[in-house]
């Protein structure tokens, strides 16, 4: 089965401009979300992120090992 559906994306610069403030409540409020089944969940297209404690720590500490490449300044 195939969906297709219409997603509202912030892009770069906007992302940017962000307060942490604004930041958090995009992330908690835009980017994820935790269904009735206690999944958690891309909440643009709505795919399973992770279902049991051990996905969620593994997908928290591979976000984690990205520090030193996100915002890094680049040359």
């Known amino acids: 089965m195939k ?3 219409e997603i509202d994306a912030v892009d770069i610069p906007t992302m ?3 307060s ?3 930041y958090r ?3 908690e409020t835009e980017l994820f979300f935790v269904d009735h089944h ?3 969940r891309s909440a643009i ?3 399973p992120l992770a279902v049991t404690h051990e996905q969620l720590r593994a997908l928290i500490t591979y ?3 990205l ?3 996100v915002g890094a300044e680049r040359a």
Do not use: G, R
Request: proline share 0%; no cysteine.
């Open 38 to 40: 206690d999944v958690l």
């Open 45 to 47: 297209a709505q795919y």
């Open 25 to 27: 409540q995009y992330i």
């Open 67 to 69: 520090d030193s490449q």
């Open 16 to 18: 940017y401009k962000m």
């Open 63 to 65: 976000l984690q090992s």
């Open 3 to 5: 969906h297709t559906i």
């Open 20 to 22: 942490i403030d604004e």
